[in-house]
């Protein structure tokens, strides 16, 4: 057992109440008086009285002494004395510090000192300070993904240092793949093994934890807190029915995980700004989960910028009270068709759609003219090597590579025998009927996927990227009956809608806390530059028209910008959005293999670990604040017969 | 309050004549004395030797019988009955007050002695002798007696045993010296009695305690004060301090006890609630409580 902490030393600040209390006992003195024929009798007996009972002064002031030991008792109690650690019995320890979101809970609530980080860190400190002779300890934190934050050491201020670095990831937690790691290590070793899991309780994931039959005990830490969160967010843009103005709409469901109903607001306001440009006020009841719908008009310049979706006043997991997002570009999309013809159906076809800004350009303009990043670009009768904007779609690419896949020699009259209906571009639309005279064929290997085949060959190809939508198409639409078909439109507007979607999520789309994610850069692009909450200006390599970010572990907004092949910029917001981490009361922590006992019994030994003794103070401080009640009002015993006559 | 009701006189009547005084004052009395003297009591006869009261030769027996005798008579002596009456303050206390038991005590004593043809004689003590009286003669002046108890006042301290000394040293010659007392005096008071005791007095103590003192009906934190000097004594009154004080109360008696064993005197003690006929019953029957 290690020595006592005091969780909460404020708690002392009521020993300054035994000034008043021993000053108040001094001043009190409010004897009866009682006149008496002569006190002579009553001071012999008095003094009789002390020379047979020398603590009868003391039980003179019992009152006091018991008053000043419930006041120190309170006292004491108030500043959570606990004693940490037992004896950690094994001579290979893992100790697995969970470092997912909710550890940064406070304890305490909102205005507390500590965290449940601080104090499973303390735990563990404390585990490897009571590491027996000649035993070491290897400590894992469970964040998103298990790492070894110290190998097997024997060194305890050395282990004690490597926790002292460990902090809080805003991530859904994976604490079974740690203990699973933790388990692993282990098990090659000989001797005895034991497995420390240091966790608040409330995990992302449900499935029981498997330690290999490992000896392994669960040390909880921080207490039930309320608590409320942003457990998604969501956001879109399109036209307001009544004004027919612009209007972005950000939604939000909000999740209540506390006892009591409470007031709380949500805002929202753009990155680097302080008014918020939509707020609502929230009755949250208990358990209740409640959608919030934010919306406002956008200015032109606020396109691409930062959203920040704030749930105020904050409670004790600060983390979930704020989500981000990004202004999604405006609702006029932004169209290029590049195009040497003199006429076009897909031009057609595109001006059908009133919120469509069309640009028509030449092939060799393309490379030339100032594409808007997020715009669809249509490519007709050839295929450039690198087509710039967004999504493309490239129709009667020439023979030879063209965006990864291999177009080839032509093809009389294929029939269309299939198509991927499941494919967005191909939503709602039929392909009976439609005959094509000549095509070019389409090798669909390697990353493409095809999307019309015909008999012998693929007429339309999937050639996209992550990030970006490239649909290639082996045949003019002139050289078939397809644009006198419905058919024909649809797969045109099915492409622009596709663009539309892939443009409201940016170039990265939803990320998630914990998880890379990829962005979407110009193909010749080959490093870009990461900025983003708590971290220093990073450069990471791109390649393929993709940079693979490392995990973001932070929730907030991340730039990332590039200066070749031209200046260019993308704004990627990440969110933890998690139920479960939002949900910060402590649950089981189960354990595969373990009976119902052993995992009981471990708990209970956990528990041991981690002794408050608030409780069993207070107990004492009620038990002496009773005793004195009882004191200053018992009745006399009765007398002894034998009064004298 | 009259000290001397009739019933109560009544009652004094019967034992008048049961009183046995152990002293001599010198002049004539009711008292037989045990020393041949000149009363009509025959005693019995001595040959006449030269020199005697020729007055009082027994001439019929010498007629008889020629031999020339005396014939002598028991003496008989008054005796001055010294009601010592303790004017403390301590004797304010209780209810009825102490001080009017002991003053009716004493004017019971005091009627017994008047109408036996003794001298009553009525003195004061309280932190000394504060008031001595002139010895008082029969019946008719009972009435001055009553009038002496009744002015007493109680004040001041206690010191009995200055007092004692102060009324032997003032007594010509002993008689019955009736202290009528609490008694609860820190100072050497049996010794002073000692004293009277070996100067001749016949000694009579009389004990009067308020209930209070013999069953303290107090609990609690208190501030005792002392009624002779108003010093307070913080006490914490439970069953533990009652028993210490008991104890105590016991001690006193049985120093009082052991005293009047000493020195042949009477000792009764009453209770301010007690029967006062029974009280002078004891004492007429010199018994020692």
Known sequence: MSGLHLLDPRGLLLLAGLVPLVVLYILKIKRRRQRVSSTWLWASAQRDLLAKHPFRKLIAELPLVLEILALIALAVALARPSTRGGTIDGDHVAVVLDTSASMATRIGGPAGATTRMDEAKRVAQNVASQLGPGADAIVIEAGREARVVAPLDRDPRRLQAAIATVTVREVEGDLAGA????????????????????????????????????????????????????????????LDASSHHEQVQVFAMIQSFAAHAREAYVTLTLEGRTEPVASRRLLLEPEAKLPVVLTFEPQPADHGQGLVVQLAPGDAEPVDDVAFGRVPGSVRM?????????????????????????????????????????????VEGACPASVPGQDALVLAPGPGLCMGITVGAPVDNPPITSWETADPRLRFLTLDGVHVARALSLDAAGRSASLVRSSSTTLVADASVPGRAVTVVGFDPGDSDW??????????????????????????????????????????????????????????????????????????????????????????????????????????VPIAGASAEAASSRTAHALDAHSEWASWLGLLAALAIAADVYWTTRQMSPRRAGALR | MTLLDPAFVHELEALRRRLRVKARSGTGGEHVASRRGSSAEFLEHRPYTPGDDLRRMDWPAFARTGEPVLKLFRAEEDVVVRLVVDASASLDAGDPPKMEVARRVAAAIGYLALASSERAQVLAASDGLVRMREPMRGRAALAKLLRELDSIVPARGTDLASAVDGVVLRSPRPGMLVVVSDFLDAGPFEAALGRAASSGHDLALVQVLAPEELDPPWEGDLALEDAETGALLEVTVDARAVEAYLARLQELFARLRATAKRHGATYVRLGTGDSLPDAVRRFVARTID
């Open chain 1, 179 to 238: 203990v699973a790691l933790a388990a692993d290590r282990l098990r090659s070793l000989g001797g005895r093994q034991r497995i420390v899991i240091v966790t608040d309780g409330a995990l992302a994931h449900t499935e029981p934890l498997v330690v290999g039959g490992i000896p392994s005990e669960v040390v909880g830490v921080g207490d039930d807190e309320d608590n409320a969160g942003i457990v998604r967010v969501d956001v879109r843009s399109g």
């Open chain 1, 334 to 378: 932004p169209v290029v068709v590049a195009s040497d013809a003199p006429y076009s159906w897909t031009t057609r076809a595109i001006e059908a759609d009133p919120n469509v800004d069309l640009q028509r350009v030449t092939v060799p303009q393309l490379a030339t003219v100032n594409v808007d990043p997020d715009a669809l670009v249509i």
């Open chain 1, 483 to 588: 644009p006198l078909k419905a058919s024909f439109v649809l797969f045109v507007r099915n492409v622009v809608e596709l663009a539309r979607v892939h443009r409201v999520q940016g170039a990265a789309g939803p990320v998630r806390t914990g998880d890379p994610a990829r962005v979407a850069v110009p193909a010749g692009t080959t490093e870009v530059f990461l900025d983003g909450p708590g971290l220093p200006e990073r450069a990471i390599a791109a390649r393929d028209g993709v940079a693979v970010l490392p995990p973001l572990e932070r929730a907030g907004l991340y730039h990332v910008r590039w200066t070749a092949p031209h200046v260019g910029s993308a704004l990627i917001a990440a969110n933890l959005t998690s139920a479960r981490e939002s949900d910060i009361r402590s649950r089981p």
